[in-house]
């Protein structure tokens, strides 16, 4: 959606459609050219694009659609849904780390708060320079990024929280049983392996 938005404004080949996502978004994710193209044939395919010829360079340019133009006005008018939201890899992390024995969850927590205030200190500084240059896109981009990386170290801090109670709770907490085995059944077994 972000290159038939981008196509919405003026007929561009690929690279320019590259360069133009990279420009608007502070390249916070890069494209890769191939995909780019690979993107373009797909929505060419579903009738959003066409091709319109070739620039003076020899470049295939491609040109939006009407219904391209409606798929757009469609995705700016419709709130994202976070049900689809792409897999964290810090939740799945963390999930496996306090049920596979011999992991030391609070160390994992603390180097990932470590790396993301990091991370957040960084980003605030980028944003205080794209204040004063007074670009405003690339300030949205980085307000989402510095929002998430907050709430995340929130998250770390009430993970840590629900660790500590856990394990002060009952000792036998800290080592989480598979689904399906009652704690009852898994000391049975334990008792007899002795």
């Known amino acids: 959606m972000g290159l038939l938005a981008l196509l919405e404004h003026e007929p561009m080949y690929g690279y320019q459609l590259r360069t133009e996502f990279e420009s608007r978004t502070g390249a ?5 050219v191939g995909q780019v193209y690979t993107t ?8 959003l694009v066409r091709g319109s010829g070739r ?10 659609t009407d219904a391209g133009r409606q798929a757009v006005a469609s995705w ?17 992390k963390l999930a496996l780390a306090v049920t596979v024995p011999g992991v030391d969850v609070s160390t994992v927590v603390q180097r990932q708060r470590v790396s993301t205030v990091r991370g957040l200190q ?7 320079r794209a204040d004063d240059a007074g670009d405003l896109a690339w ?3 980085l307000d989402s ?6 709430a995340e170290i929130r998250w770390l801090d009430h993970c840590e929280t629900r660790l500590a109670r856990a394990q002060h709770a009952r000792p036998s907490a800290a ?6 085995t009652s704690r009852r059944s898994a000391a049975s077994s334990r008792e007899v392996s002795r």
């Open 28 to 32: 916070t994710w890069p494209l890769n």
């Open 40 to 47: 373009l044939s797909r929505l060419e395919r579903d009738g």
């Open 55 to 64: 620039d003076d360079d020899g470049h295939d340019v491609y040109d939006i």
């Open 76 to 92: 700016f008018a419709e709130p994202v849904q976070r049900d689809s939201r792409p897999r964290d890899e810090l939740a799945i």
């Open 122 to 128: 960084d980003l605030t500084r980028l944003k205080q």
């Open 139 to 141: 300030t949205l981009v």
């Open 145 to 150: 990024m510095i929002f998430a990386s907050e």
């Open 175 to 180: 080592v989480p049983q598979p689904r399906g």
